[in-house]
């Protein structure tokens, strides 16, 4: 498809009709500026995942989406197996055991409230921009119970190596039921907010402390797991800004004037930004810097993107399959995650081919030997 606000990085009849829908659709508003769309498209709610849409004057909650700040974090720890004690199957196995112990994952999991630090236990409180009791009401219990945790779906974290032989870990979360609330609140008020509007100013204040609260979730869990690894001398520098990865790829922020550029699946791409690519559970994660390609809206893809829907996945392989599949990683291997197998995502070498030396360049690359999931 041929359309002078539409900036394709694969070909349009390789992407699935119901995005193609989705696109059409987007193209013919009015406030659309621009539509990028990456290799990892797929169906999404509104906007397709993969997409990138910059609006004129307007934001909209619907096209980043439920889960405000999903994104991701990733450390090299510098360290390898031998120097962190976890060379044998046996002793990532303990590993595992107590990352599922204080880093709970799964729908509605919560904390145990023995293992919550005081920004948990009632530090911050949520008031929100619009000045809606109701929804403060809602929202501020789950800052509580929820931080600290991984949440489910496509949600993980997982331990990797790369070639030099050094441990990473990359995790993979967004901002839980605070921004599923916020989110929920604000779509219901319409797809589309002017910016010079009091719904439109709130929900970016709001989005905004879903996004921060997304991202302090995630510097908790890697903060525990550095613990666990007892790198406990090196938490404060490996999660500094200048060295932890960082990056959402729900959300929407001010490009130009009166410009807001909306993420639904793609990550920031800025010109030297550090970006992350997972593939599967299998595969393992790969590390980008950014090349800043105005065409693209300076994004990249957020990881390979699904070909199955969770249903499908589950008809498709087995627990066997599965079992198969993941040999040699420590992880959950039974039905309930069947929908996160290797064989429902698209083929990260196509998917990494379609931006490389465009979007991204390639760094480096970490093969998972532990993954936690809900």
Excluded at 69 to 79: F, L, R
Excluded at 145 to 174: A, P, R
Excluded at 354 to 373: M, R, T, W
């Amino acid at each position: 498809m041929i359309h002078p606000k539409l900036k394709l990085t694969i070909p349009w009849e390789s992407i699935e009709f119901e995005a193609q829908q989705q696109i059409i659709r987007i193209l013919a508003m009015p406030e659309l500026e621009s539509l990028a769309i990456m290799p990892d498209v797929h169906p999404g709610y509104d906007l397709c995942i993969g997409g990138v849409a910059l609006m004129k004057g307007v934001v909209s909650p619907s096209f980043v989406g439920y889960d405000i700040g999903c994104g991701m974090c990733h450390v090299n720890t510098g360290a390898t197996l031998e120097e962190l004690g976890i060379e044998s199957i046996e002793q990532r196995k303990k590993l595992y055991e107590s990352i599922c112990e204080f880093i709970p994952a799964g729908a509605g999991k919560t904390l145990n409230a023995s293992k919550r630090n005081s920004y948990a236990e009632g530090d911050f409180v949520f008031k929100s921009a619009i000045g809606d009791a109701n929804l403060d009401k809602i929202v501020q219990p789950f800052f509580s119970t929820q931080f600290g945790t991984l949440g489910s779906g496509n949600h993980f974290l997982e331990i990797g190596i790369n070639s030099e032989g050094y441990v990473g870990i990359t995790i993979h979360s967004g901002s839980r039921r605070v921004g599923y609330e916020i989110a929920s609140w604000y779509i219901r008020k319409g797809s589309l907010l002017k910016l010079d509007s009091d719904f439109g100013r709130a929900y970016l204040a709001d989005m905004q402390e879903a996004l921060d609260f997304a991202l302090s979730n995630r510097q908790e869990m890697m903060s525990r797991t550095l613990h666990l690894l007892h790198l406990n001398k090196k938490i404060k520098k490996l999660l500094a800004s200048d060295f932890m990865i960082n990056e959402n790829h729900n959300h929407a922020v001010f490009f130009g004037e009166e410009m807001i550029l909306h993420r639904k699946g793609a990550t920031p791409a800025e010109k030297n930004q550090m970006g992350i690519i997972p593939a599967n559970q299998r595969d393992g994660v790969w590390i980008t810097r950014g090349l800043g390609n105005k065409e693209y809206l300076c994004s990249a893809s957020h990881g390979a993107g699904r070909t199955l829907s969770r249903v499908d996945a589950r008809v498709i392989g087995t627990v066997a399959d599965l079992e198969k599949d993941m040999d040699g990683v420590v992880c959950r291997t039974d039905k309930g995650v069947l929908n996160e197998a290797s064989w429902v995502y698209k083929n990260i070498d196509e998917v990494l081919a379609a931006q490389e030396n465009i979007l991204v360049e390639v760094v480096d690359h970490f093969k998972p030997i532990i993954v936690h999931k809900g």
